[in-house]
């Protein structure tokens, strides 16, 4: 079966039925059209792989067809049907570029071989789009690890100072130079120690997670995801998100971790961004993990309510995105490759209920499920 989705435009309509019948036992999707004016008002919305159509037909003619397609920026490959008595059309169709022409009497067979060397056109190409879609997600990944290590570099002096600053406090307290008879100047070393240790192992994490991996390691799932944890701290503090986690102590991997931290902090990310928007205190990240056979199986569940049903299919297309400009449409898809490529495991998305606290909820569940890597195993 041939992959592609095309529409056949044909005002004889014997022969339009004819073409339907054989093209239908073959290609994937057909739609067809007796009149030319109903095909140009479908096809925007049909969004065909291709389009035959015939040259000479009433109302609208095979070239003018396309020229208005070309106005309206539809770039479909088109192949006109013509006869040889047509040929004051050959010259405007050439410079139009269509895809090709075929005589009639229609060669259906010829057709048929014509459409499955362009789906193996059109795989390649998509194939080449994916790898500079890959290299422009690379781009932007390695743009934003230097641009950390450049925030890094920037934040160590103040970082040292302040911390300098809050030791020499003490030590002229201890030295009798300072009064603090209730201790309030402890607490505010103490606090800004903390405060500084947090900021340098966050911008530590960071600059770790944007790292990629080149050995595999083998590591509990459960310090993967207190790493994680620690990175969405503060956001999910701020916006009063609960993240309940079930996860089995001794539940562990071989393989990349930063690479799966990257993952995760791409799905809870877009749950956060989703939660924020709820009205009520019901926001909830639940994170299960346990094995199953061989697998380490690692589910994401969000009580923002799901994502609608007719795009939940397309989350992990590369620049799908419902966040309009806010969005790049990268984070799924490159989790997506991410997963199958270097992880050796699937990921998954669904609409589920779950229950906490005798309350029941409605979110995104993610399901990732990770095979273990041979850790002796050359990468």
């Not at 036992?25 to 969004?47: C, D, G, H, Q, W």
């Not at 709820?278 to 009580?303: C, G, P, T, W």
């Not at 397309?314 to 995105?321: A, G, I, L, N, S």
């Amino acid at each position: 079966m041939i992959n592609l989705k095309i529409v056949v435009i044909e005002d004889d309509e014997f022969l339009l039925n004819k073409i339907a019948r054989v093209l239908k036992r073959e290609i994937m999707s057909v739609y067809t059209f007796k009149n030319p004016v109903e095909a140009l008002e479908k096809i925007p919305e049909l969004a065909p792989d291709i389009i035959v159509s015939d040259i000479n037909m009433p109302e609208i003619n095979g070239i003018e067809l396309y020229k208005i397609l070309k106005d309206q920026n539809i770039e479909i490959p088109i192949i006109l049907a013509s006869a040889f008595s047509e040929p004051e059309y050959f010259i405007e169709a050439i410079k139009l570029k269509v895809k090709n022409f075929i005589v009639k009497p229609i060669d259906l067979d010829d057709l048929i071989q014509e459409l499955k060397l362009f789906e193996k056109e059109l795989q390649s190409t998509e194939e080449q789009l994916q790898r500079e879609r890959m290299l422009v997600i690379q781009s932007k990944m390695a743009a934003m690890g230097e641009m950390l290590g450049n925030i890094a570099h920037q934040w160590k002096q103040p970082l040292n100072t302040i911390s300098i600053c809050a030791s020499n406090l003490k030590i002229q307290k201890e030295m009798g130079y300072i009064q603090d008879k209730d201790n309030v100047l402890d607490d505010m070393t103490e606090n800004i120690s903390k405060s500084i240790k947090y900021m340098t192992d966050t911008i530590n994490d960071f600059q770790n997670y944007l790292k990629p991996n080149k050995l595999e390691t083998c590591f509990y799932l459960k310090d993967t995801i207190n790493k994680v944890e620690s990175l969405v701290s503060a956001l999910c503090k701020t916006n009063s998100i609960q993240i309940i986690k079930n996860i089995k102590n001794d539940v562990h991997l071989c393989s990349f971790q930063n690479e799966l931290i990257q993952v995760l902090i791409n799905i809870i990310k877009n749950s956060i961004d989703e939660l924020i928007h709820l009205d009520n205190d019901d926001r909830i990240i639940k994170i299960d993990i346990y094995s199953e056979d061989e697998a380490q199986v690692i589910i994401i569940h969000d009580s923002a309510g799901g994502i609608p049903e007719n795009i939940i299919k397309k989350v992990f297309e590369p620049y799908f995105t419902t966040k309009k400009e806010e969005g790049t449409g990268i984070g799924l898809y490159m989790s997506k490759q991410i997963v199958s490529g270097h992880l050796n495991g699937t990921i998954e998305v669904s609409n589920e209920k779950f229950i906490v606290d005798n309350k029941e909820h409605v979110g995104a569940k993610f399901i990732l499920k990770l095979n273990p890597f041979d850790i002796n195993q050359e990468v």
